[in-house]
């Protein structure tokens, strides 16, 4: 029974592409991979990732959006946790568990067939 919850390494390189657009967005990422069950304000996650509020803002506005964020809102103060939404929540917890180093490792190889991507379609190989 506990299979269905497990994520190959093929469908987290799906989410990471989808999600590896923006260095904050994929920082949010991580970051709420390594604290999913806290709330944080918008100043203190760009404290957290070393970003500019106009940073943060887009990352979180976009995340909101897919529904892999959710606010809260605490006496006039918006905070932000990772979704309670299960099914969003694994890919970013999978991720997270995998370390920093290995997510790394994920985005290089993904670059690294953009590259042989764009060169085979420039230099009409296939």
């Given at each position: 029974m506990g299979a269905p919850n497990i994520l190959n390494e093929q469908s987290l390189y799906?989410?990471?592409?989808?999600?590896?657009?923006?260095?904050?967005?994929r920082g949010l990422?991580?970051?709420?991979?390594?604290?999913?069950?806290?709330?944080?304000?918008?100043?203190a996650?760009?404290?957290?990732?070393?970003?500019?509020?106009?940073?943060v803002d887009k990352?979180?506005?976009?995340?909101v959006e897919v529904g892999?964020?959710?606010?809260?809102?605490?006496?006039?103060?918006t905070f932000y946790s990772l979704t309670t939404n299960n099914e969003k929540r694994r890919p970013v917890l999978a991720l997270a568990a995998l370390g920093w180093d290995q997510w790394q490792l994920m985005l290089k190889r993904m670059e690294e067939k953009d590259k042989l991507t764009k060169y085979q379609h420039v230099s009409g190989g296939s």
């Open positions: 799906r989410f990471l592409e989808e999600h590896r657009d923006n260095r904050v967005k990422l991580f970051f709420w991979g390594s604290h999913p069950n806290a709330k944080f304000a918008r100043n996650i760009g404290y957290a990732l070393d970003s500019s509020k106009l940073e990352a979180l506005r976009v995340l892999l964020v959710d606010t809260h809102i605490l006496n006039g103060v």
